[in-house]
């Protein structure tokens, strides 16, 4: 059993568990699918300043874009992206808690030194094989997430024959190899848009409950993505209203952190919820 607590210790900050938690994204990327291209330097700042005021938990930086069709970046590129932003935010909030949102081992542990406290590795050690042998050495809690294949061609043909089975076997199998690393804590993700298709994605979520079995905080990550516009018919742009109403479906099927690049809209999400599920049912 890899998660018992009702907290995280995040490289000396304390995440409550005993809410859901609201992870902000910060893209410091040219190419992501929604925000590519807005965030660096001191607009990187402002944003951070402006995710904390609205309620952020937790901010998850990105030097590397996961979109579809995305090839990972140099090393060196994505260094400069995140490291010397980790450092600003930290020297300016100083108590925020922080995330990295990589897929490189070394990256990790650069970015853990500055004093972030939450590895996010999209491919479950597949793309670096050293990223859990890191794990016991940090003791960071640590997201695995499912995906399909990597970004470059995750979506060319996602196929399942139960896609809510596999992604639970999936995870069971990489929780069994983890406990060898002796990670502080994991978080499990089943990585929606990462290699399915919009029905896969909808019955993840609907399914979301299921991955109470595993007893680790469960992340969930739809905010403004293709199983939202593809139904709707909107772009990515208009998709907040779709996106506010699933962070909702996800925080009853069982959501412990829901990342969002709409913290204010996410926050009143949580407060909603709260308030429905704090009254008697009859």
């Given at each position: 059993m890899?998660y018992?607590?009702k907290t995280?210790?995040?490289?000396?900050?304390i995440v409550?568990l005993s809410?859901?938690?609201i992870?902000?994204i910060?893209?410091?990327t040219?190419?992501s699918?929604?925000?590519g291209?807005r965030?660096?330097?001191e607009?990187?700042?402002r944003?951070v300043?402006?995710?904390?005021?609205?309620?952020?938990?937790i901010?998850?930086?990105g030097?590397m874009?996961?979109r579809?069709g995305?090839?990972?970046?140099?090393?060196?590129?994505?260094?400069?992206?995140?490291?010397?932003v980790i450092r600003s935010?930290?020297?300016?909030f100083?108590?925020?808690?922080?995330?990295?949102?990589t897929v490189?081992s070394e990256i990790a542990k650069?970015a853990?030194?500055?004093?972030?406290?939450?590895?996010?590795d999209?491919?479950a050690?597949?793309v670096?094989?050293?990223?859990?042998?890191?794990?016991?050495?940090?003791?960071?809690p640590?997201?695995?997430?499912h995906?399909?294949g990597?970004?470059?061609?995750m979506?060319?043909n996602?196929n399942?024959?139960n896609?809510?089975k596999?992604v639970l076997?999936f995870?069971?199998?990489?929780l069994?190899k983890l406990?060898?690393?002796?990670?502080?804590?994991?978080?499990i993700?089943?990585?929606?848009?990462?290699?399915?298709?919009v029905?896969h994605?909808?019955?993840?979520?609907?399914?979301?409950?299921?991955?109470?079995i595993l007893e680790?905080?469960?992340?969930v990550?739809i905010?403004r993505k293709?199983?939202?516009?593809?139904?709707?018919?909107s772009?990515?742009?208009e998709a907040?209203?779709?996106?506010?109403?699933?962070h909702?479906?996800?925080?009853?099927?069982?959501?412990?952190i829901?990342?969002?690049h709409?913290?204010k809209e996410?926050?009143?999400v949580?407060k909603?919820?709260k308030a429905?599920t704090?009254?008697?049912?009859?």
């Amino acid at each position: 059993m890899l998660y018992t607590a009702k907290t995280l210790n995040c490289n000396g900050r304390i995440v409550d568990l005993s809410q859901a938690q609201i992870m902000g994204i910060l893209n410091l990327t040219p190419d992501s699918f929604y925000d590519g291209g807005r965030y660096e330097g001191e607009t990187a700042l402002r944003q951070v300043e402006n995710m904390l005021g609205e309620g952020a938990d937790i901010i998850d930086i990105g030097g590397m874009s996961s979109r579809p069709g995305a090839e990972l970046v140099s090393l060196e590129d994505e260094r400069k992206r995140v490291i010397p932003v980790i450092r600003s935010i930290l020297k300016a909030f100083p108590e925020a808690i922080l995330s990295i949102d990589t897929v490189r081992s070394e990256i990790a542990k650069e970015a853990y030194a500055c004093g972030v406290g939450i590895i996010n590795d999209i491919s479950a050690s597949k793309v670096d094989s050293g990223m859990y042998d890191i794990l016991g050495q940090l003791k960071v809690p640590y997201v695995l997430m499912h995906m399909q294949g990597l970004p470059n061609n995750m979506q060319q043909n996602p196929n399942y024959s139960n896609v809510t089975k596999e992604v639970l076997d999936f995870l069971i199998e990489e929780l069994g190899k983890l406990k060898a690393y002796n990670p502080t804590d994991v978080i499990i993700d089943p990585g929606f848009g990462f290699g399915k298709t919009v029905e896969h994605n909808y019955e993840l979520l609907k399914n979301l409950g299921l991955f109470k079995i595993l007893e680790c905080p469960i992340m969930v990550g739809i905010s403004r993505k293709s199983m939202i516009s593809k139904v709707t018919g909107s772009s990515s742009e208009e998709a907040l209203n779709g996106t506010t109403a699933l962070h909702m479906l996800a925080l009853q099927n069982g959501a412990d952190i829901l990342r969002v690049h709409d913290v204010k809209e996410a926050v009143e999400v949580r407060k909603l919820y709260k308030a429905y599920t704090s009254v008697q049912e009859y």
